[in-house]
Antibody, heavy 117, light 111 residues
Framework: QLQLVQSGAEVKKPGASVKVSCKAS????????IHWVRQAPGQGPDWMGI????????VYAPKFQGRIIMTRDTSTSTVYMELSRLRSDDTAFYYC??????????WGQGTLVTVSS | QSALTQPASVSGSPGQSITISCTGT?????????VSWYQHHPGKAPKLLIY???HRPSGISNRFSGSKSANTASLTISGLQAGDEADYFC???????????FGGGTKLTVL
């Protein structure tokens, strides 16, 4: 079945790190880039970055540079997004999405990350 | 503050048509035919409705259509149905260090 399945909700304290996973199935994992997008409550989506599952190369949005790491495991068809030095304004739904050029034809179900002391 | 500007809300009655606008700049919406639209029911994965300004993916109703004029793209939903009640957001390729930009989203209410 064609899908991206993400890991479950997380609650973290300020200053901590979170690692969200996104497992692909139903297609050849290395064929399509994966983007990460987040959406804070009441706000529009925010592009975080992109990973090439084939080579592992990444491009990150400037606002997350230095705090974000995207990786992949081709043996399990899974990509990971780790965000460090969490702040309260990092509270958001985090989505992985399959790239088809400049649009996304497949999204994960979203992972709620709550940052609270 | 989202890079692309959408109205916060729109509403319409069943059977009517509505249009949602998405305004950017010449560095994104106006410069490229790479605008896409998504429907998002809270708690579910967003769904692609339109890509490359006006193309519908397989399986998307022809009640959904997209267009663009200068720096503003538009999504039109005709023959409104109760199930269309959702959030809608646009995105565009951007010739900046932030490769993809999004609108702030529009909540559609079917009266």
């Amino acid at each position: 079945q064609l899908q991206l399945v993400q890991s479950g909700a997380e609650v973290k304290k300020p200053g901590a790190s979170v690692k969200v996973s996104c497992k692909a199935s139903g297609y050849t994992f290395t064929t399509y880039y994966i983007h990460w997008v987040r959406q804070a409550p009441g706000q529009g989506p925010d592009w975080m970055g992109i990973i090439n599952p084939s080579g592992g190369n990444t491009v990150y949005a400037p606002k997350f540079q230095g705090r974000i790491i995207m990786t992949r495991d081709t043996s399990t068809s899974t990509v990971y997004m780790e965000l460090s030095r969490l702040r309260s304004d990092d509270t958001a739904f985090y989505y992985c999405a399959r790239d088809r050029g400049v649009y996304y034809d497949l999204w994960g179900q979203g992972t709620l990350v709550t940052v609270s002391s | 503050q989202s890079a692309l500007t959408q109205p916060a809300s729109v509403s319409g009655s069943p059977g009517q048509s509505i249009t949602i606008s998405c305004t950017g700049t010449s560095s994104d919406v106006g410069g490229y035919n790479y605008v896409s639209w998504y429907q998002h029911h809270p708690g579910k994965a967003p769904k692609l409705l339109i890509y490359d300004v006006s193309h519908r993916p397989s399986g998307i109703s022809n009640r959904f259509s997209g267009s663009k004029s200068a720096n503003t793209a538009s999504l039109t939903i005709s023959g409104l149905q109760a199930g269309d009640e959702a959030d809608y957001f646009c995105s565009s390729y951007a010739n900046t260090s932030t490769i993809i930009v999004f609108g702030g989203g529009t909540k559609l209410t079917v009266l």
